[in-house]
């Protein structure tokens, strides 16, 4: 394997150094080959990874950044006063060529119109999209969905290239050899769903570049009827929130009944490792590390309340979209179907 | 109580009659002032009651329809050659003032499109929308969501409008005297989301008739944050076919996981009273009974695949619907709001 370099933004998050430093470790540890470069505040950094016995070395350098986008701040004011920023400095390692991907777990908004502007956009992708993967009901097959959030409103052209992205992504890390691809819609039926639905689906239909699958309804969402499940950024936000929402609410409830009474207490001792197991099995932090997708460059968002398991998780994902050439790999396949749609 | 008529589409749904006729003779024996129409199949009907040693009484009254809605079929094809079917002929005795509410659990779109032609909408209002109760995480306080899957495309007035009526509904059924309201967005500051929700949100904001809270978003969904969610229809239905799918694919997973031994099945016994008051508190049959609402007319919506205990409780919220005079509250509300704008 060759060398791997990677730029972290070391400030971002709820938590900061303190879970990203360590994650980093870990995930060095892991892998020969890795090189990372933890961008923020060089003496903040430099305690943290003093406290962990630590020190920057060959595969491990810091690179100073003064300033720290907040979680709460506005994307466009970011933009525009945040030129050093530990995660405008790592997009711009990227930009720069000395890292090959970046990660942060900050402000997504801030995030995705900082990494626009400085890789810019992959040609014949006119908007970047958020993909993340999840876990399906059939045994340990995951999904991609996409776009998560990053565009509320999306043309036909747009849902397409979502779904060539999609596609891409899912061929080269999960080595799929034609992924299968559905569009989010509210019924089965050809005639449900607004216009840019029914339009893409058309164009996905007729197109020989996707193995396009028809719709998926929110109830089949996690049935693992496609390896790709493509859709506007407002619907998908709400779909993976809701589902976020849903799975803690009834968590919650889970936890209410085994404390409501001593039989109930006791029951809970023995159900415990069942439990378990299935937290295991929808753990989120296994699916940390969402891509910004259509950018000349690899940006990894991990969660901002990512733990440092979660963290390193995101890392990995980093490296092995690095490892797989998935930018090349997406922009051979883009100018493939635009050249087929002038010939 | 006075006498409410309630007409029921009795051909309708997975199960039709089987299901249909059980749940209006469990629920005419609860309400001693409750008459129903059963709207079908005369010689089907008549079957079915004396299967049950019932027959049909001042209380119970056969109407004969010829033709049924199958479940797939396309809105407008029902509309134009099923003049005669379960479905239209319920909404027809609304109409006529025969009965003063139907409930169907046929096909939906159907059922909106013949409602809609048949009764009219409201003055002041341009479209209906389908609302239905859930549960949240406070307690026993329940939220009302609208638009469930109606409109894929909503204009501001459209949100506004369905803010009013979900308000007028939670304030008429719940007793809630000031119903909050919000709106479903992808995030929670002012500058997130379509142009449609930031103008919505705005417009809310500015009426004094709307204890408007803000935005809200999908992990908070049933958070239990106000008495009405509001956001178009495809984004409503995403979020609560999603929500169903989340919760069945945990459904399956704690199954598979006690099932997956000899020790985790015994702890299955110990915990199978937690799991029961569990679907308990989630159990879909009790939120049975979505309204279209913003018509001329009370139309009650029970599930397809619902049995006899939930096709009840559907027929219950048309006659708790009738017994509040929503109707009537929601018209007036509109007349006052429309009088404001005007003046």
């Not at 029914?198 to 007729?206: G, P, S, T």
């Amino acid at each position: 394997m060759k060398t791997i370099t990677i730029a972290v933004d070391a400030m971002g998050g709820d938590y900061g150094p303190s879970v990203i430093v360590p994650a980093a470790l870990q995930i060095l540890a892991k892998y020969n080959a890795l090189h990372l470069v933890l961008v923020g505040d060089e003496e903040v950094l430099r305690k943290e990874l003093k406290a962990r016995h630590a020190c920057d070395q060959i595969r491990l350098v810091i690179h100073h950044a003064s300033q720290c986008v907040e979680m709460g701040e506005l994307p466009a004011v970011a933009l525009r006063t945040k030129k050093d920023s530990s995660m405008r400095v790592a997009i711009n390692l990227v930009k720069e060529g000395r890292a090959q991907a970046c990660v942060s777990a900050g402000n997504t908004g801030a995030l995705m119109a900082t990494a626009r502007f400085v890789l810019k956009t992959l040609p014949g992708i006119d908007r970047p999209a958020i993909i993340s993967t999840f876990p399906t009901r059939v045994g340990h097959k995951n999904m991609r969905m996409l776009d998560l959030g990053a565009n509320v409103d999306c043309s036909v052209d747009n849902l397409f290239q979502f779904a060539v992205m999609g596609s891409v992504l899912a061929s080269a890390v999960d080595n799929i050899a034609n992924p299968t691809v559905c569009l989010l819609n509210i019924g089965e039926e050809d005639i449900k769903g607004n216009e840019q639905v029914k339009e893409a689906a058309q164009l996905l239909a007729n197109s020989k570049a996707i193995h396009y699958m028809g719709y998926v309804e929110g109830d089949k969402l996690y049935h693992g009827l496609a390896d790709v499940i493509v859709c506007d950024g407002f619907v998908g936000n709400v779909a993976l929130k809701t589902s976020e929402g849903v799975a803690s609410f009834i968590r919650q409830l889970i936890k209410e009944a085994f404390y409501s009474s001593l039989f109930t207490k006791l029951a809970a001792l023995f159900a415990w490792p069942v439990m378990k197991s299935l937290s295991r099995r929808i753990d989120p932090d296994r699916y940390n590390g969402a891509s910004l997708i259509g950018l000349k460059g690899i940006v990894i968002k991990s969660h901002g309340g990512a733990k440092t398991q979660a963290f390193a998780h995101a890392i990995e994902e980093a490296m092995i979209q690095v490892e797989k050439n998935v930018l090349q790999l997406i922009a051979e396949k883009i100018e493939q179907l635009l050249k087929l749609s002038r010939s």
